[in-house]
């Protein structure tokens, strides 16, 4: 049994880094990634190229001294986003992705996107010039039940556009069913999926057998085990499209222990040792390296990072919550230990 685990510097193709208070505190939590696609759902959201730019300028001002940290900036699609703006963004380096959020489906959608039909002008100028588009892919029709609202935005959503824009490049974000899993897998080079790491531990017995469990309270909702063990399957397949995105989602401890608790699970701290953790149990460790570090940087066509990080056998436990200037966030914690710790 090998006691330590030699991987190239990873990357975190989903992370949600806030701002404000917040972002100071939860930036070190990202320090064992390389780069990661930020995500834009801030108040107000990142929707045009001064946004993204003057967003990624307060996430650099924020890092800590010696932090070497690439944020890869993201656009928030709404229906009146100008495609001459986005394509000026990407022209310049400034924007990696846009993101889709369908209006109301998770925290601060409201303005996203109600009828796909007015952003197919940008979609079809990200097409022309390849630039990826991120997908929240679940419905927010209140007769659709939540543990289905992944494979109905298939459905009507995500399959129809494949087939009218086939050159656009989508990454469908945090797969949490086995309808996503194969929608993926059956999709050509321009299709990829990420996968979170509470996803591949938990399912939505952990969430509510015994009492309301707030910290495993995301969106996507957790679902059966039988879509985890599909979740499980992809991650540890080999298959280059499916590679990591945390979706690490930091709210304060008191805004998820409420009656009407937020979406999110905060990862960022120890996501790695828990992805080696269910590698491990899956008997695929040698493919630990490609899911984290290499086929997230295919897929965004970007080199793979040059450094390397070193994991070992249990070690140090992560702290239980990290403290931020908008109060304490709560760890990820499944309940046991992920037996493998990032050597610092
Ligand atoms: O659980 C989630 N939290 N899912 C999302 O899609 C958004 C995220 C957040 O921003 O808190
Ligand atoms: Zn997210």
Known sequence: MAETLSLIRPDDWHLHLRDGAMLAGVLPASRHFARAIVMPNLVPPVVTARDAAAYRARILAALPEGQDFTPLMTLYLTEATDPSDVAAAAADGLVTAVKLYPAGATTNSASGVRDIEAVMPVLEKMAEIGLPLCVHGEVTDPEIDIFDREAVFIERV????????????VVMEHVTTRDGVDFVREGGSNLGGTLTVHHLILNRNHLLVGGVRPHFYCLPVLKRETHRQALVAAATSGIGRFFLGTDSAPHARATKEAACGCAGVFTA????????????????????????????????????????????????????????????????????????????
């Open 158 to 169: 995500l399959a129809p556009l494949r087939q009218r824009l086939p050159e656009l490049r």
């Open 269 to 344: 701290p120890n996501a790695l040792p828990w992805l080696a953790h269910v590698f491990e149990a899956a008997g695929a460790l040698d493919r630990l390296e490609a899911f984290a570090s290499l086929n997230g940087p295919a897929f965004y066509r970007l080199a793979p990072n040059a450094e390397r990080i070193r994991l070992e056998r249990a070690g140090a436990a992560t702290p239980a919550e990290v403290a931020t200037g908008a109060g304490p966030v709560v760890v990820f914690d499944p309940g046991f230990a992920p037996g493998w710790h990032v050597m610092e």
